[in-house]
């Protein structure tokens, strides 16, 4: 269960300048893949379902919980941005030329839909699709997908801050920039305690021994030409990083055939022309196994 | 620019007993967000757009590539799950009753659109959306979104090894699982050549003096009892992953104060009782300062 | 800024007899446009871009906040029910039909992506799209909005309450069923101190003098048959909802022409034949306007 | 089944002044959520469901079909908006400055994908998706998913008239406008002929004596200061709008535990430190219920 | 403007077996993207943005108008074949195997979100997407993606009418068949009219002599091995379809280079590792291009 | 199974004047409907799944593997379009209006979530969605299909073309123009030798003696007046297009009555005063004959 503190936010949000185009970026961390929607679901979702250790799910409560305090802050940033900004183009065009350029990249959903508040979209006008929302019920791969969302926010909000000149906007980004660098340190901090780079792969509770091994740690190149040289790193050669096998590299060739599916179903919508098939038997071979 | 090899698979793709519900689950494992489509337009936009040491871009190249030949296998097990599927419910229920229960996980859109061929959908019939192509510009954050990605990649091949006693979908699979073991530790040792931990915060390039120190690696709780303990870990005490600060634990206290958006404008499409707002001050102020 | 309470539920979720079709049927309560992450972030995004008396945006950030708590709830309900789901379609086929035909309801996704937790998704598996979070910046339509999806989502909770037997899962529901009731009669309540019906149209601040007045009270019919009688009822005749003006009902006739549009330019991507449309003058006399 | 009119217009639309960014405004009343495309189909796929007295359907049938005739209002517009548009940016910057500013604001697909036509989009370039088609099957829930529509409907339709010089534009919308006045009345109507508040809670079949009593007319705070004091007005206090309660106000306490979920299965895609669950006794005692 | 005819369907609609699992297929003809819902409105929106010769528009318009009238005769299909559906799962499973069997294939949202109705979705639950609706602005191109839509929509209603035994539901798919048949002619019929194979290529408007002539008849093949005989037919010699050119068929190789791209910028939120790229003057150019 | 060439590009791609706003417009060709993700897709699921004649798989594998190389060009020359774009809006209006203006029609994500790179979304920011990946199983309807694609992917390519002055992506336009007008010439070819018009309707494996032949060669208006006369072609008249009949043109009148719904389930969350239907009788006959 949740509360709220009276409507207090977690930092605060000043705007000396509105600026309806800054308040179109701002959409993006709202409701962009690199948002606070996303970590805000994320989060909670992962702790709605952890199964294991009590402390991980404890550790995903507190920070859903913050991050629905900074949809707050910047739904009211970009409140606060659209304020003064004129009902109409034509108006805008007619008196300030400036203005009127600063207003080509606003989202006109804005004016026209919302009476100047945010919207849960992203800075192209596309709305959050919550399919985002990254779960698996395994906790290190959700620690990396959370590292992963936290990396693409703080790159966000640090192009955010260098994209304004408003003190309180920068202000309010430097706060979330500093969020993000203590959210990735937390996530990363949790993956290495259950074990780091040693826990993969990920899930590491699946029979290695049934992997075929010609192919579990070789790095294939796919150049046209077999004889080219591929790119060389950490990844092709010396002990894999999981501390589980030996690095190679090679040039892949295919190790099946080409497949031969068979005749299309007589009462399939297909044409006359592709009821006789390359192999005749095999549409044959397949009924009867049924 | 892309070649093929007349077809040929990668590794080999055989089914012994079709089942069509298996079908709509290894359906996933192609469009599903965990699946190959998504893989493979995530290398590939991710080298396509790489500025900065050509090897990464390579490295994506190459990895893109070998995606676009999982995506084809994994299709043709579909197609031949499906062969031989009873074109109708009413006869499979009429002639067998555990065919027809096997049927109720299958996607009758295998039947009625797509003459028993896979879709670029997941195993809810969703179509994949390209929005979950993450390619930030950023390659150490990119090297993460591809551990992620293979992480929970992996988790499904396994779990769709568990799930089936198909001898040839078992083979197949365990080579899916192999490649992602590899996939896994690839972008793994990508990261660790870029600095691993000590690359974080990313980006790497935004200088942190800038950010408020008291926020930056604090890990806040939000317990409604401020007294309440948090959850202990890695993350809070002793110096952070990337070696930048030192981790603490402290129950958050709003920082900002209650919002006060200014009246609506009279032009937009309120109601009138909406006209007399908290501070009648605030909305000349910013109209001011336009 | 939002707490919460060391993870303990509004009100007691228990699962007597874990049921993996209803833990799809209760994800609709959860992802489905009828749901709780709906009306949560839609009370949320309406109280943070409120402008005008607070007391509304106070009573959105309440209701919003408590919403919060039932997608836990819910989430967790998901997550009880699918406890002891066998992992394998084919194991439960082959040990219990019974139990392998309750399977058949149920989304695979939640065995083979998430280990058993809930999604952000609807009961076909569709995830939560935020387009449906109704934030109009207009109390009277916002409280409007708010009803219908407490109508909806009141009928959502009866019908899964009907649909189950576990007195754990038919408690919980009644609890939703009861909150439902209380925030239907809540937005009716400030819709009505709004004036009600009195305050439409919606918005009523646009002067209804520049309305045509031969439309705006008059119930149109449109059948072929100009002289069928339409559909009675209190909207045919007598003093307007609003008291604004007076119902009549007529059969419509065109008011406007068949239109003419210009003909292509010769720079689009059109073929000749279609460069010579119906009014030659046309495109010149548009072109010259510009 | 339906019939046209030779192409006619309900209302005329005429464009002085062809003007491209006023013609991407114009999508959001055709593909936006408040727009045209939705309303047709919720009001006839409402009437297509609708079951109980025929007038209701009657009555959504002629109103479904009057809004076919509004989407063909606004194609027209856009058509007529975009017509001697620049065919290329450069072009129209070389040549004219104000031109150009202009078409910061228009949709580049209406040059580049519909050769200067109106598409199923919204402002933002966004399709319409027919998710928000509400047809719940409840006569009362869809009056009031009417009366909201038009609502939005009719705030649109207002702001887009406030944007425009454009006489034609003014006059089609002011129609419009009208149009939404009288539908906003006519759902209302339906709405108070069925009871109108006296028919909620919605649905009016279940037996509100299975709801618990504490919780279905209590307006819950949550504060995190259970002392402070919750917004007051209506819905504080007094005999509840359904008639069927007193409205109370009252600071929430959770009713539920911290839930603990059962370890996850052995066989699921987990980490080995994931096994050791917080109860051990909870999945057995799960598994045994089956 | 559109008129109906008091609810009369275009042809008779009977269901003598209610079947819950049929009509969750019979959603797809309705919102599938082979549906009715795309059709109506993809030619209804060619139709309204149709520039030149106007009998296209009035043939559009009449065939648009023609299958809002089939979105009702399935509407009410799907209406008819969910009466009778038990409310509950588990009423059914304890009643009556068979009829559970047979329910595992319904949409469960017919039962908890419309009380027994169509919605526009397909039959895997998702909704119609807009983007589906084709209109492109040239007459020819859109006659071909109605052909295609035809095609496929045929293709449905035929595997509709093989799944189902009841006499009205293959009465009625019949109906749509033959409408689907005609309306594969109408439109070839149009494209013939236009010009047929000749009009290629679209748009026919563009001048060839600046197609590279050594790309635009040769069928190039992409096998890795280059002196592999690729597929040979009709587009492998002889005279272009559009009578325009001689088809060729080539190995492909590459005209281009492997593309360098400039360092990224150092205000951008890459890694430090990604400021020293590949060719240090290549940013320095761009910019100075600027 | 794939390869690549070292990223060597199909064809070159060079850009000499890097501009923003036309690194948006070439979006629509990567991920807009018309566009190289789609057309890449739709030929390789066609290629996976197609039984019966081994060459038209052969053919669509060659030409999807074309289309990989074409994301890639485009890919390559949003990234150049976008070399030194400023970080900054502000930047850009206090240093150059016209470089300001010209940063109007550029999609901001280019700026703060790729680094300059591009996306798999179209001109307007909208993600791809596979759903457009048409792929029926019926190879003449497929073949359709492509021509369709490649119709207004060549519109597209065209109207591209002529918005750009830069020689280097008007030679990259109009080496795609020349591949389009191949491709177009290519899957009509397949289609004519697979019958052309004789082998409509598609599927043409369906007995035509089934469908009722007054419906399936007459071309229906339905204009409100019967006596208008309708738009007359080459369809109202003469053998139909696939030679199986005569085409007719009529009036429509409807073959069936207005439908009968029973009335709702008691059960169902309707009000009450739903339950007296129109016909009492129908609910219990259905309920019947289950």
């Known amino acids: 269960m949740f509360y709220h503190d009276g409507g207090k936010l977690q930092f605060e949000v000043k705007v000396e ?34 199964r294991g250790p009590k402390k991980y799910r404890d550790m995903l409560l507190e920070t859903g919980t913050e991050e629905m305090g900074h949809i707050e802050m910047l739904a009211t940033a970009v409140a606060l941005n659209l304020e003064g900004a004129p009902a109409s183009m034509q108006e805008a065009a007619s008196k300030d030329p400036i203005l009127h350029a600063a207003m080509g990249g606003m989202n006109i959903q804005h004016t026209i839909t919302t009476c100047m508040a945010a919207m849960p979209v992203d800075a192209s006008g596309v709305p959050f699709n919550c399919s985002h929302v990254y779960a698996s019920g395994n906790i290190a791969a959700d620690m990396l997908a959370n590292v992963t969302a936290e990396s693409t926010g703080r790159m ?47 899930p590491n509770t699946f029979d290695q021994s049934k992997e075929p091994s010609a192919y579990n740690y070789t790095f294939f190149t796919f ?49 006359k022309s592709q009821l006789s098939g390359s192999d005749p038997n095999i549409i044959d071979k397949v009924l009867g196994s049924v």
Chains 1, 2, 3, 4, 5, 6 share one sequence.
């Open 223 to 271: 150049n046209k030409d077999a004889s080219a040289q591929g790119p060389r790193g950490r990844w092709s050669g010396g002990t894999s990083i999981d501390g589980e096998g030996e690095f190679k590299q090679e040039p892949m060739t295919p190790a099946g055939k080409v497949p031969d599916l068979g005749k299309p179903s007589p009462d399939a919508a297909v044409q």
């Open 156 to 202: 966000l909000a640090v192009q955010l801050y260098n994209m304004t000149d408003d003190p309180g906007m920068k202000k309010m980004l430097s706060f979330l920039v500093a969020r993000d660098t203590m959210h990735q340190n937390q996530w990363l901090a949790a993956w290495e305690e259950l074990g780091g780079a040693k826990n993969h792969p990920i």
């Open 17 to 50: 300048k509105p600026n309806p185009a800054f308040a179109n970026a701002l959409q993006q961390a709202i409701g962009g893949i690199q948002g606070e929607i996303r970590v805000c679901l994320q989060y909670l979702f992962q702790a709605w379902g952890a």
